[in-house]
């Protein structure tokens, strides 16, 4: 892939990413969030944190179906670091507009809520990987370490769906299509392991 178009993609990238953020100040500026606004910048950002997560997660099974799609490796971080962007408003939001900065309210949920103990334990998993997602922190760490460290990606996003399933009411589905994203690329990321050891194998043997 050449320069030009690796950047057309990142920028195309970046506006699809921000587009909910931006969707939101301008409903905030307008007043048309709907009747309950803090609902609706809680939904929203929650989401979008686990569908960013999601489809960072989604780049590496792609790249071991074809070689061809080694290029995406490049969005990875973008994507990853787009969720814990929207990870982090979503946390301010709860802290802000349901806390009202009140500590107190927070201990009370952290050990009575169960929703908001899967949710904080969630961000909690992002952060250092939000924190080691540097060229420099790659190096400083090592390949190995660096890896195993960023395979908590996996239980992040888990704990992120539990939060939502959680969080909605008895019988409300929204959650189940990001649901099934999720289970779908942790089913297919140890048989797709497999195919391509395999193909290692043949190429060597050959």
């Not at 939060?163 to 409300?172: A, E, F, I, L, R």
């Amino acid at each position: 892939m050449n320069r030009k178009t690796l950047i057309a993609l990142k920028t195309l990238t970046w506006i699809a990413c921000l587009s909910p953020f931006a969707l939101l100040v301008y409903e905030a500026v307008t007043n048309t969030l709907g009747p309950d606004p803090t609902s609706t910048i809680t939904l929203t950002t929650g989401y979008n944190a686990l569908l960013m997560l999601i489809l960072s997660l989604g780049i590496t099974p792609l790249r071991l179906l074809s070689p061809r799609l080694s290029w995406l490796i490049r969005f990875r971080r973008l994507l990853g670091l787009f969720a814990f962007f929207y990870a982090s408003l979503h946390l301010a939001t709860y802290i802000a507009l349901y806390m009202n900065f009140d500590l107190g309210v927070f201990k009370t949920d952290i050990t009575k809520r169960r929703f908001i103990i899967a949710g904080f334990l969630a961000y909690s998993l992002l952060v250092p990987l939000a924190a080691t997602s540097t060229t420099w922190a790659i190096r400083k760490l090592g390949g190995k370490r660096w890896n195993r460290l960023h395979k908590l990606v996996y239980f992040a996003a888990i704990c992120g769906i539990i939060h939502y399933w959680w969080q909605v009411k008895p019988g409300v589905l929204s959650p189940m299509r990001l649901t099934i994203a999720l289970f779908v690329l942790l089913a297919a990321r140890p048989v797709l392991l497999l195919i391509q050891k395999r193909r290692a194998r043949r190429a060597v043997a050959a």
